[in-house]
Nanobody, 115 residues
Framework: QVQLVEAGGGLAQTGGSLRLSCAAS????????MGWYRQAPGKQRELVAD???????NYKDSVKGRFTISRDNAKNTVYLQMNSLKPEDTAVYYC?????????WGKGTLVTVSS
């Protein structure tokens, strides 16, 4: 059974920074995709960024240049460094692991950016 445990959410001011982490445990194959999604109140869940096991990255346009996704394959952990935060970044952030066409999700961590 795969488990994803997120950490690092909280409250930040506009222009501030937060770092999210997500540790995966269980049976995890070496070739996988890890990422971060977010869901704001009344909106659909959306992809923020993802990263392949080889280090290839993909970002939502509105976070390019502000957010950086990285991973430590030895620790099965993915990180999201969020800088220059904006109020519109406020959402619950979910960690995702995709392996062999199966999706696993964390419980989510709340990020609130005050104006």
């Amino acid at each position: 059974q795969v488990q994803l445990v997120e950490a690092g959410g909280g409250l930040a001011q506009t222009g501030g920074s937060l770092r999210l982490s997500c540790a995966a445990s269980g049976i995890i194959f070496s070739i996988n995709l890890m990422g971060w999604y977010r869901q704001a109140p009344g909106k659909q869940r959306e992809l923020v960024a993802d990263i392949t096991s080889g280090g290839g990255t993909n970002y939502k346009d509105s976070v390019k240049g502000r957010f950086t996704i990285s991973r430590d394959n030895a620790k099965n952990t993915v990180y999201l460094q969020m800088n220059s935060l904006k109020p519109e970044d406020t959402a619950v952030y979910y960690c995702n692991l995709r392996v062999r066409s199966l999706d696993y999700w964390g419980k989510g961590t709340l990020v609130t950016v005050s104006s």
